[in-house]
């Protein structure tokens, strides 16, 4: 019973800070989420699928008889760049929304001074609390953009080393002979 009073009140704490961060925070979640998702798809990819696939490719081309002729170099190079389709795909979404998300929590914070200076035109400086929730708003956002793209900038370039070296050990593997 205990574990679940705390996921309950983790809910309630996540629930109360996107409340607080406006409805840009939302949007930012639901691009986090969506980055997430597709850097989980690579390294899936990566490490569970490519592996048979690179099996597979290297063992058809092992079979060929001819590996020096122009219609073999064709071959190959058609190989390697279908595989390289499969191993960059998702990364640009995955670098653009990394992009995207500092923008997302600056347009948090614009929105949240803009709430401010609502406050201040409407009471001045006697509604401290109202001042407080936008200054708040503008900062819980500009947090959640630069910490989500920072966390995916880092595997946006993991995942994209991985591709060019998948992508070159291919290629030196079905070198010609």
Partial sequence: MQILEIITHLFDDLLALLQAGGAILWVILVATIIMWTLILERYTFYYLQYPRLHQKLLAQWQQRDDHNSWIARKIREYVVAETNGLLVRHLLPIRTL?????????????????????VLAIFG???ARGLAQG?????????????????????????DRR??????????????Q
């Avoid at 347009?107 to 709430?115: A, H, K, N, P, R």
């Avoid at 591709?163 to 010609?176: D, G, N, Q, S, V």
Wanted: overall charge positive.
């Fill in 163 to 176: 591709a060019e070296y998948e992508t070159r050990r291919l290629a030196h593997k079905m070198r010609l």
């Fill in 135 to 159: 200054i708040s708003q503008a900062l819980i956002t500009t947090m959640a953009g630069l910490t989500a793209a920072l966390s995916g900038l880092y595997f946006s370039a993991l995942l």
């Fill in 98 to 118: 990394t992009t995207l998300l500092p923008l997302l929590g600056l347009l948090g914070t614009v929105t949240g001074m803009i709430q401010v200076f609502d």
């Fill in 125 to 127: 400086t006697g509604n």
